[in-house]
């Protein structure tokens, strides 16, 4: 077929909103696009793990550790998903996992801050799903069919996600002073770096437009950064804590909050290697990669044996 009747069948399929799906024909530009996008994502999965997995010893009941232990659980299963829709589009697991530990590819910003108190779990669970639900529900629709399908999984899970963080929260804030104190503390730590997660503001976004064009992403950084705000803002005051945003007001003409801007110099830090534990992240992940290289020679053997027993 020619390259541009190919290309008007592509833009059909988009405008018709039926999924691209592995072996359809697809510009290279848009391959190339999902594959920074979903292994970025795939990546934040697993270095997500880090920080909440820093508290699964000192969950402060069995319940919560058991609560914790599943939700990371289901982290890394949110990063196979992923990283097997990648993969979908001609790259393998080692090339992926080569960008992620040489830092060639990012992963969320979020990750390169610490937790420090149990609160953290509440603000990341609340806050970081929150934002991320926000973002992944639209990804549901999102044009390439194995990515859409893997997120339907993932925003059943962080819907979970999002509401034991809360319910962490809400039992902090009815709790002692000291304990309010620490969820206050969370959430004036943690909020500024949730607004970052959705990206620069759309003038600054270089890959928004061909994002929506293609319609990998259906809502821009900024609307989704504005209906999280409008969202999470009541659910703080229902349980008592404030945003930290001074410049935070209601807005009745749009219906939505108007507020305060992150700092972005700090957020371009972040992503350039140099927040609080970008290099404790990288090292964390270099560490289990090379701990579980018997596992993957293993799985290899087993494979090689198998496929050698069936030629016979
Ligand atoms: N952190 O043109 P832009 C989760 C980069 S939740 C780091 O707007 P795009 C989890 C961007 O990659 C988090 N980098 O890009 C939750 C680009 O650089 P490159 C994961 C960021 O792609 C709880 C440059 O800045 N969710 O996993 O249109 C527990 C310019 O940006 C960030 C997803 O990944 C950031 N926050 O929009 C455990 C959702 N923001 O690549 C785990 C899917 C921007 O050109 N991803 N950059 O060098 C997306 O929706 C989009 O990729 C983004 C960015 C909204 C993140």
Redesign the pocket.
Known sequence: MENSEQERNFDAKLERNETIEPKDWMPDNYRKHLI???S??AH??IV??LP?GNWITRAPSLRRKMVLLAKVQD?GG?GLYLYSAAETLGITREELVSQLLTGK???????NYPTLTWADIGA?GWL??G??IM??VM?QRTSYGPYARAMVRICKE?SF?QRQGYEIMMVLAKGSPEQKAMAQDAINRWWWPSL?????TDE?????AN?IKWKI?RES?DQ?RQKFVNQTVPQAEIIGLTVPDKDLVWNESKKGYDFGTPDWEE?YN??AGNGPCNKDRLAARTKAHAEGAWVREAAQAFADKRKELEVI
Do not use: C, T
């Open positions: 920074r996008q979903i970025q994502h934040s999965e997500g793990m909440e982290e949110h590819a990012k992963y969320s910003s979020i990750f990341i970081v799903d934002a991320a973002n992944q990804l962080e996600h970052m997660m959705f990206g620069p600054k976004s270089p890959n928004s994002a992403k950084n989704l957020f972040v992503i």
